[in-house]
């Protein structure tokens, strides 16, 4: 017994040694971590292809040759190898979850399939489904449409969570959607039924770490209003002071993820299979969703937006300033925000038209998109979510903002570039507008770039020419005319593109005579007016000393070296090859797989001699060293093929 248990430990022993060599063999080889379980496979397959080998060549022979002993081992390795490879050809490394996530995979596809089961049901019982746009100018097109809004809203608002703040975002998107959707859909952003109070009151006095009458006078239960990642309260404050309450859902976190999960999965499906999905890009606006509706979980960014965003509106002109809410930095967490109660009806509410006339509205439209404007081009922080739900209007007429979880930020160089852009947008300025366009994208190298500012122009010219209009649709088009010329957009351009674009659907709700485009290009100007005045002048002047002052220090000393060089005959200039690291990278893959390649042909080729040779002395009675020697360049071609092949699947999958 104790003979069976130490040859039992002795072959544990070798066989964990055998696998943590090949392990370390196989990732030298193809260049990539290899996982315990694809490991084992491999080694159990490489051991069993050399006891197949043995029971032809070494079994029932009278002696044992050492010289077969790497022929051997080449055999466990090359059939590892070849494992391995064809396993992450066919099932790539980190596709199949690891055996202890199993159980919550399934759990949470078990989760994911009934609410699949739920929102189908929803769909069908609101007679969404089938769903067939129809564009038809008609009265018939119009009546087709108006139902299947109302259809597509009441199933937002029946499945809730993150379909709810999705109908939310669909209802400013004039470029995607009929007027008939975008009716429909703004009724979504008040009439998301509140959570229970009994969750609510738990919920926050386990954020505040208290209970609540040790921190308010007083506390409504009803909500002011509900949303579908939060709800508002009333309260006051033991100071005396009137409060608005907001507080994150109860278990609201799981369940959004879940929703986002099958809203990316539904848009996928719905880009690949259908005509609309595809002309819409479905696929690209639900993770840009996702992403930005993840960052408006956690409060604790919004209490940081609304800091930032009320510290530069105090530094904005009169004209161009909106009020942001005082809130209350010690009773603020990451599921609530305490800050000032506001007086008025949001823009969503149809008490704000009946209780201010049409002239104050177009006063305060023309405000909000000054100080939209100035928050991208001077403060680099904006509200990027400004859809009419967000905005309230006070009985006094001025206009304070709301719900800062989806705010961009610009540092200052990307201020000046995408104020240049959008000024001469507004001005219709062509060569201008392409020079600062141009100025911050990267060009494909094969470009035509005089076509492409022909192009521009042409662009500039027929959108934004006179008698033009400018709405949502210009951006969309201009972002468009970027990406076909292969263009990637930078994601700070194409945040503020989306701010602005948004705004335009919340200024054609508030005042719907507003002309963006004259009030955008008087603002332009202004801007210009305000560069050429005595004070702008001064300040731009010293802002450009103080930055080249650094410069001017060095250069007197630069200047010496260069002339001291010039004067002894030691000036040079050096001119480095493959200055670029990718140039680098993709010039030393190129060679290695060049060199690999031609290692694997030859030693195949001199391995095919040797087999055909009947020279050298007798290992077996069928084998001779020289065909031994062949049989091992045969594997060791075989694993430099293995590697080429691995090489080129995996630079395919980069492309």
């Not at 109908?167 to 509140?194: F, H, I, K, N």
Request: proline share 4%; aromatic share 6%.
């Amino acid at each position: 017994m104790a003979v069976n248990f130490w040859q039992l430990v002795a072959v544990g022993i070798a066989t964990l040694l055998l696998m943590l060599v090949l392990g370390g063999v196989a990732r030298r080889i193809l260049g990539v971590r290899i996982g315990a379980t694809r490991l084992v496979l491999a080694g159990i397959l490489g051991l069993g292809a050399e006891l197949g080998f043995e029971s032809r060549f070494v079994w029932g022979q009278l002696e044992y040759s050492l010289a077969l002993l790497p022929l051997q081992i080449g055999i466990v390795l090359f059939v590892a190898v070849a494992f391995l490879v064809l396993a992450e050809i066919v099932v790539p490394t980190g596709s199949v979850p690891r055996p202890d996530q199993w159980l919550p995979l399934l759990k949470a596809r078990a989760e994911r399939t009934r609410r699949y089961a739920e929102i189908s049901q929803i769909a069908v019982r609101e007679g969404l489904v089938p769903f067939r746009p129809n564009t038809a100018p008609t009265a018939a097109g119009r009546a087709e449409r108006a139902h299947q809004a109302r259809a597509l809203r009441g199933a937002l608002e029946s499945a809730g969570g993150a379909f709810v703040k999705l109908g939310q975002l669909l209802s400013t998107r004039s470029d995607l959607l009929p007027p008939e959707y975008l009716a429909e859909l703004a009724q979504l952003q008040q009439r998301v039924p509140p959570a229970k109070w009994v969750e609510v009151k738990a919920l926050l006095e386990e954020e505040l770490k208290a209970p609540l009458d040790t921190h308010f006078d007083s506390f409504d239960e009803i909500p002011l209003a509900a949303a579908s990642i939060g709800q508002v309260h009333r309260a006051v404050l033991k100071t005396g002071e009137a409060v608005a309450v907001k507080v994150q859902r109860p278990g609201i976190i799981p369940l959004v993820d879940r929703d986002l999960d099958i809203l990316i999965r539904l848009a996928t499906q719905f880009e690949r299979t259908t005509a609309w999905g595809k002309d819409l890009g479905v696929q690209a606006l639900a993770e840009s969703f996702a992403r930005s509706l993840r960052e408006e979980l956690d409060f604790r960014v919004e209490v940081s937006n609304m800091a930032a965003m009320e510290l530069t509106q105090a530094k904005h002109r009169e004209s161009e300033r909106v009020g942001i809410p005082r809130h209350f930095g010690e009773l603020c967490t990451s599921r609530v925000i305490v800050m000032e109660l506001i007086e008025g009806h949001t823009l969503s509410d149809p008490r704000t038209f009946r209780e201010h006339s049409a002239a104050e509205r177009e006063q305060q439209a023309n405000r909000l998109l000054r100080s939209t404007l100035s928050q991208i081009i001077d403060d680099g922080v904006f509200h990027a979510d400004l859809h009419p739900g967000n905005i309230v209007l006070q009985p006094t007429g001025e206009i304070v903002l709301l719900d800062f979880g989806s705010v961009g930020r610009l540092d200052s160089q990307m201020r000046g570039q995408i104020g240049e852009v959008l000024l001469a947008f507004y001005r219709g300025d062509a060569a201008a507008f392409t020079d600062a366009l141009l100025g911050f994208v990267e060009l494909p190298d094969d470009i035509d770039e005089t076509a492409l500012r022909r192009q521009i122009g042409v662009f500039v010219a027929t959108r934004l020419g006179p008698g033009a209009s400018l709405d949502v649709k210009v951006f969309t088009e201009m972002v468009r005319m970027l990406t076909d010329n292969r263009i990637a957009v930078p994601a700070e351009l194409a945040s503020a593109f989306r701010a602005v674009a948004g705004l335009e659907g919340t200024l054609r709700h508030v005042s719907p005579g507003f002309d963006m485009l004259t009030e955008a290009s008087g603002f332009a100007a202004e801007r210009i007016k305000r560069g050429f005045s005595p004070y702008a002048v001064y300040t731009n002047i010293r802002e450009e000393a103080l930055s080249l002052a650094p410069l001017l220090r060095r250069l007197p000393t630069r200047i010496d070296r260069i002339t001291g060089a010039l004067a002894d005959g030691r000036l040079s200039v050096n001119i480095r090859l493959f200055a670029d690291r990718r140039d680098r990278t993709l010039l030393r893959n190129l060679v290695n797989l060049l060199v690999v390649s031609f290692l694997a042909g030859a030693f195949g080729i001199m391995a095919a001699m040797l087999l055909i040779s009947d020279g050298g002395p007798r290992v077996s009675e069928t084998l001779t060293l020289f065909q031994v020697f062949g049989y091992l360049l045969v594997l060791l071609s075989g694993l430099l093929t293995l590697r080429v092949l691995f090489d080129v699947f995996r630079l395919q999958q980069r492309v």
